[in-house]
C-alpha cells in the first residue's frame, strides 16, 4: 500500500490593485464575474512573482506589490490557500485576456456592486476594510460560511 504524498491545496494569490486615483481594478471572468485579479501560483514560482504574473495576464498591467492583507483557507474540497495582497498600479494598459472578459478601474462603492458572488464581494470587503493588520480566514462553500477567523498582528518593521 502506497501513501498518497500529493498536495492537499492548491495555492492561490490575489491583489487589490489600486492607481494613483485610489481607483480598485477588477477583472470580469467569463464565468465568475467581476473579481480581483487572481491565479494559481506554478510550480516552482514564488507567490511575488506568481502575484506579478496573474495581474499581467489577467488585465494587462504590472503592479508593485504591498502588504500581505488576508490569508483565506478554502476549507471546501477542491482546498485551497489563498494569499491575498494589496497592491499599486505601475503601468501598462488595461486588456482582457484568455482568463478575462473585460478589465477596469472602479471607485470602491462601484466595485462593490459589481463583484456578486457571494465570497468574492466577501474578499473584496475585507481588502477595502485592510487596517494594517493581516487577516486569517478560513471558510466553507456551499453556503459561504466564514469558519475561523484571526489576525496575525499588525504589518510592521521590527
Same mark, same amino acid.
Given at each position: 500500500?502506497?501513501?498518497?504524498?500529493?498536495?492537499?491545496?492548491?495555492?492561490?494569490v490575489?491583489?487589490?490593485v489600486?492607481?494613483?486615483?485610489?481607483?480598485?481594478?477588477?477583472?470580469?471572468?467569463?464565468?465568475?464575474?467581476?473579481?480581483?485579479?487572481q491565479?494559481?501560483?506554478e510550480?516552482?514560482e514564488?507567490?511575488?512573482?506568481?502575484?506579478r504574473?496573474?495581474v499581467?495576464?489577467? &488585465? +494587462?498591467?504590472?503592479? #508593485?506589490?504591498?502588504? $500581505?492583507?488576508? /490569508?483565506?483557507s478554502?476549507?471546501?474540497?477542491?482546498?485551497?490557500?489563498?494569499?491575498?495582497?494589496?497592491?499599486?498600479?505601475?503601468?501598462?494598459?488595461?486588456?482582457?485576456?484568455?482568463?478575462?472578459?473585460e &478589465? +477596469?478601474?472602479?471607485? #470602491?462603492?462601484?466595485? $462593490?456592486?459589481? /463583484?456578486?458572488?457571494?465570497?468574492?464581494?466577501?474578499r473584496?470587503?475585507?481588502?477595502?476594510?485592510?487596517?494594517?493588520?493581516?487577516l486569517?480566514?478560513?471558510?466553507?462553500?456551499?453556503?459561504?460560511?466564514?469558519?475561523?477567523?484571526?489576525?496575525l498582528?499588525p504589518?510592521?518593521?521590527a
Amino acid at each position: 500500500m502506497s501513501i498518497d504524498t500529493s498536495p492537499r491545496h492548491t495555492a492561490v494569490v490575489g491583489c487589490l490593485v489600486r492607481n494613483a486615483e485610489n481607483r480598485v481594478l477588477l477583472i470580469k471572468h467569463y464565468k465568475r464575474g467581476w473579481e480581483i485579479p487572481q491565479g494559481r501560483v506554478e510550480e516552482g514560482e514564488n507567490l511575488l512573482d506568481a502575484l506579478r504574473r496573474e495581474v499581467k495576464e489577467e &488585465a +494587462g498591467v504590472e503592479i #508593485e506589490p504591498g502588504p $500581505l492583507a488576508v /490569508v483565506w483557507s478554502m476549507l471546501t474540497p477542491p482546498s485551497a490557500v489563498i494569499f491575498t495582497f494589496l497592491g499599486r498600479y505601475l503601468s501598462g494598459e488595461l486588456c482582457s485576456s484568455d482568463d478575462s472578459v473585460e &478589465a +477596469g478601474w472602479f471607485a #470602491e462603492e462601484e466595485a $462593490l456592486g459589481l /463583484v456578486t458572488g457571494s465570497v468574492m464581494h466577501d474578499r473584496l470587503q475585507v481588502l477595502l476594510d485592510y487596517q494594517d493588520t493581516t487577516l486569517y480566514r478560513a471558510y466553507t462553500t456551499r453556503p459561504y460560511q466564514v469558519q475561523l477567523e484571526a489576525s496575525l498582528g499588525p504589518q510592521s518593521a521590527a
